[in-house]
């Protein structure tokens, strides 16, 4: 990874040390869950590989434990998805340490090679489990030095891996970072993110779900992919820069991807991507993939809060004399 800029060091810090964490989807994102199906599901059902890898920042100041919360971790009941009959287990494992983060492989958007690089702190596996119904499973407590130093981005790192192990079900499942582990208390100046978002849909057309990205000075174009959108709707990318650029969406089954220069305005800023549901005909349980890479073709991170806040379009800038 190339070598981060002072400036976007200073703008991380003073963001983390400033934030709170949130719920994983966050409330600005409105997005309703995460999803992972069993390895056994057609991936035109939304997952594209049946895994996915979150990360959780806790600031370097933060001395006491902290715990990673999972909201309905089984596969079964009112929230999941099924396909057919309950048959899934989902197993999370948790990871710290040497290399969870800084591992090239866990910062890319499949699951291969060293993904599951660190240590590991914590797992479990879930089937279906009527007492993890709309619950919480919580993980730690861990000592936050048990993460990975990444001294760049202001504090330690773990990772959370949720991935499909049996059958063909969906999972839906949020996250939180707590300073207790039975209830949800924010750990002040946290942040979570993720280089692939595979994510449910609202099924009410008036919902628009975020994702942010963020953009460092050195990034000098980016290729935005989406993965079994189901043509439903538009998706449109926002900046202080862009009052609104279409993406070219996906079908079923599909990938699709969108590459443009990145204006000088938008350095140090947050991109906002906007899924917008068509009103008509109303696509159920539509579950999307999504990832984003730089001109030297490695992952960028999706942060739940925003870097810099939501990116609000400004006109003048947005606006530019024809040569």
Not at 100 to 118: L, M, T
Not at 238 to 243: E, G, H, L, T, Y
Request: with cysteine; aromatic share 16%.
């Amino acid at each position: 990874m190339k070598k981060l800029h002072l400036l976007f060091i200073l703008v991380l810090t003073c963001f983390f040390f400033n934030g709170f964490s949130q719920p994983v989807p966050a409330e600005d994102e409105n997005i309703p869950f995460l999803v992972t199906f069993g390895p056994d599901a057609c991936t035109s059902w939304g997952d594209d590989d049946f895994s996915q890898a979150f990360f959780f920042l806790v600031p370097e100041s933060h001395t006491q434990p902290v715990y990673i919360r999972v909201f309905d971790p089984d596969t079964g009941g009112e929230i999941d998805e099924i396909n057919g009959y309950w048959n899934s287990k989902t197993n999370f494992s948790v990871y710290g340490g040497k290399g969870a983060h800084s591992d090239p492989d866990a910062r890319e958007v499949d699951p291969v090679g060293n993904y599951r690089s660190g240590n590991l702190l914590a797992s479990r596996t879930f089937g279906n489990e009527p007492e993890w119904d709309n619950k919480w499973y919580t993980f730690g407590p861990f000592s936050p030095t048990e993460g990975e130093l990444q001294e760049h981005l202001g504090g330690y790192v773990f990772k959370i891996i949720a991935e499909g192990i049996e059958g063909n079900d969906g999972n839906l499942y949020r996250y939180f970072l707590s300073t207790e582990p039975d209830q949800n208390i924010a750990v002040e100046g946290g942040n979570a993110f993720a280089y692939e978002y595979t994510f449910r849909l609202w099924d009410d057309p008036r919902q628009v779900s975020s994702i942010y990205p963020y953009i460092d000075e050195h990034t000098v174009s980016v290729k935005i992919s989406n993965f079994d959108w189901d043509y439903d709707g538009i998706i449109r990318l926002v900046s202080v820069a862009r009052q609104g650029q279409l993406l070219t969406v996906s079908g079923d089954d599909d990938w699709e991807e969108d590459e443009f220069a990145i204006f000088p305005e938008e350095h140090n800023t947050s991109l906002h991507i906007q899924f917008h549901k068509q009103a008509s005909p109303v696509i159920r349980n539509n579950n999307v993939v999504i990832n984003i890479r730089n001109q030297y073709d490695e992952t960028m991170p999706f942060y739940v809060i925003p870097i810099g806040g939501v990116p609000q379009y400004q006109y003048s800038i947005g606006v530019r004399p024809r040569n």
